[in-house]
């Protein structure tokens, strides 16, 4: 039976590509000046996959899908998600698909849309860099019943597994982290979810992971003389 919504693959293995960068290497790039965070302003940008298992491309590409204070349209559209994902090292097949969430990070950084990735490992590193720097992506495992909150409320179940999903955090409060999915806004709360911070444990201790992401500094425009100067044939 086909999958009412687009999911992906299981969740990973950490191994050693993860210890190339850390978020402290992350926050220190900040800090100097070398990238810039993504900014989540919280207004709804949701893509939607459709069935197809292009999760890691969607997920990806939501997180980046951020508003400006123009409320320009937004950076990506849904017919962005299918070009992403082929460009993904070791995707599978479609419609079924599926890519690791790490390959997929690298293929972001690949296109020059982030600057660098780092896997969160705890708890306290998720909150850190919630509160502090910006979305979170992930990559858990997720069951059919998953697919139907409770008004926006997921209620996790890590047994009856059907396939892994990649989507992202982009706040928290005390008890629950806010989550973005990409099936629509007609699913959840137009697109958005919650998961008790409980839940997110089990998540992510049956096979979760969590990634940090930081994006290239914006490149200065150049001042109105050096343009005329250039037009002119110079230098």
Request: charged fraction near 25%.
């Amino acid at each position: 039976m086909k999958q009412q919504y687009g999911m992906g693959r299981l969740p990973f293995v950490a191994d050693e590509r993860d210890a190339n960068y850390t978020a402290m290497r992350l926050a220190a790039m900040i800090e100097l000046g070398l990238a810039t965070p993504v900014e989540w302003k919280n207004r709804n940008r949701v893509l939607d996959q459709g069935h197809f298992g292009t999760c890691v491309a969607a997920g990806t590409l939501g997180l980046l899908n951020t508003d400006d204070e123009q409320h320009n349209d937004p950076k990506f559209k849904n017919t962005d998600i299918m070009p992403f994902f082929m460009k993904i090292p070791g995707h599978g097949a479609l419609p079924d698909g599926g890519a690791e969430v790490r390959e997929g990070l690298k293929a972001a950084k690949t296109a020059g849309l982030i600057e660098a990735y780092a896997l969160l490992r705890t708890e306290a590193e998720i909150d850190e860099w919630l509160d502090n720097h910006g979305p979170v992506l992930v990559g858990t495992v997720w069951s059919p019943g998953m697919c139907n909150p409770k008004g926006d409320i997921v209620n996790v179940d890590t047994v009856n597994v059907s396939s892994g999903h990649c989507w992202f955090f982009h706040e928290q409060e005390l008890y629950y982290l806010h989550g973005t999915q990409s099936w629509g806004e007609r699913w959840g709360d137009h697109g958005l979810f919650r998961v008790h911070r409980s839940h997110w444990l089990r998540l992510h201790r049956a096979g979760g992971e969590a990634w940090a992401v930081v994006q290239a500094l914006p490149k200065p425009r150049p001042s109105l003389w050096s343009r005329i100067r250039k037009l002119l044939g110079g230098k």
